[in-house]
């Protein structure tokens, strides 16, 4: 390569631009090969490291071998770091969006650190959470932001939710200690297999295809995916720890393509025992408290649904098995992963109007984020996500699921 570089440095006297460029053409020919085995020896010298953090070799289990492990899991105490990705395609709005989903969430006193509403912040973008459990009375989340932090914490019968932005406190009361935040929003992998694996039946494909490394761990990877057609599944894969049943990562993308909808794994996972004054809670000086007075309005019988012993149940829309949804007072149409939860909104008329502002078409402007539809039901709208859709009828009723378009129109005109 050298002599090129010298001749080329000769000046215009000695050579003329033929020659020149004869000489750029030779040179081209040798530099071009050398620098694609350079190329080529970097990436060869990587290989080694990729095998190591690689497939681990794992002996061989069924999927319903699997699922059983997921089941028998005993895991106590833990603590780890989770990365949760999600994107459900919804239209940006500049920031509305977060909003609406904070109102669409069951309760809330309007404490920025009440639980029910933080946690909807889960269901859009990239969130990186601390997590901690030292058996089934101390958990805690933290939800980790630019400069600030939202801390989820269960010890025994108390519950507090701190948000450090805005030094609000939330302190709830479980009297059955060792229940207290089973109904927030799903946070772990766990939390999502759990979910869907209540769900599976005979509309589901189960299987075991081969292993993974998660935060260091062994891991098998179980794959779910829908038989039928019509829903917006594509597929679920669920990373189980080999060792503890423990999943470790878990992951939806949707039978459009692209990416996944929701990504949850942990980037840091321990199984060793936490410290306890990882659970001890104090509100800080100057903090505004709100006491959520909700159980014991329960138990004065105002109406609230209480389990058989008495505890409230709070479900969030959409949220259970099919039969759940059935119990909870929607009704349920399909089976498996093609089932639509109705609800009669008793909102004649369609889309409403008006604005908070007090100007402008509101029902203009949800149409305009809606496709417009008809049928034997008459007129609606429906609403698309990569994952959710839901089809808003000008009678006051809506259907939704994680289905497709076509299907949210075939059970309006069939209902």
């Known amino acids: 390569m050298a002599p090129y570089g010298t001749e080329d440095s000769t000046g215009a006297a000695q050579a003329d631009d033929e020659l020149r460029a004869e000489r750029r053409r030779k040179a081209t020919r040798y530099v071009v090969p050398v620098a694609v085995m350079g190329v080529a020896a970097a990436t060869i010298g990587l290989v080694p490291a990729l095998a190591d953090s690689g497939d681990p070799d794992l002996p061989k289990i069924t999927a319903q071998e699997l699922i059983n492990k997921i089941a028998n899991s005993d895991v106590q105490q833990l603590s780890g770091t989770v990365k949760i990705s999600t994107d459900l395609g919804l239209p940006d709005l500049g920031g509305l969006e977060n909003g609406l989903l904070s109102g669409a969430a069951q309760g809330g006193d309007g404490s920025s650190a009440d639980p029910s509403t933080k946690l909807t ?80 039946d005979d509309t589901t494909s189960v299987k075991v295809d081969g292993t993974a490394q998660v935060a260091g761990r062994d891991a098998y990877r179980l794959v779910v995916k829908p038989k039928q057609s019509g829903t917006t599944v594509g597929a679920i894969s669920i990373a189980v720890d080999a060792k503890t049943g423990t999943p470790l990562k878990f992951t939806l993308t949707p039978s459009s ?134 089809l808003m009828t000008d009678d006051g009723k809506v259907y939704v699921g994680a289905v497709d378009k076509a299907s949210l129109v075939k059970a309006a005109n069939a209902g």
């Open 257 to 390: 393509g692209g990416a996944a909808v929701i990504d949850a794994g942990y980037t840091q996972v321990s199984f060793a025992r936490p410290a306890a004054s990882t659970f001890d809670f104090t509100p800080p000086k100057g903090a505004k408290v709100t006491e959520d007075d909700s159980h014991d309005k329960a138990h004065k019988g105002n109406g609230a649904e209480k389990d058989g012993k008495g505890d409230r149940i709070t479900r969030a829309p959409g949220h259970g098995t099919p039969e759940e949804l059935g119990k909870n007072g929607f009704d349920v149409l399909g089976k498996g992963w093609n089932s639509i939860a109705v609800i009669d909104s008793g909102d004649k008329g369609g889309l409403p109007s008006g604005s908070a502002s007090g100007g402008g078409d509101l029902g203009g402007f949800l149409g305009s984020l809606g496709d417009p539809v008809s049928g034997k039901f008459g007129k609606g709208t429906v609403f698309s996500t990569r994952l959710i859709n839901a």
């Open 121 to 200: 912040e889960l269901a859009s973008g990239t969130h990186t959470l601390r997590v901690a459990a030292d058996g089934p009375e101390k958990q805690k989340v933290s939800l980790l932001e630019s400069g600030a932090e939202y801390s989820l914490i269960h010890n025994g019968t108390d519950v507090w939710g701190y948000d450090s932005k805005s030094n609000e406190v939330y302190h709830s009361t479980a009297v059955d200690s060792g229940k207290a935040g089973r109904n927030e929003a799903p946070a772990t992998p766990k939390d999502f297999a759990d979910e869907v694996l209540k769900s599976v």
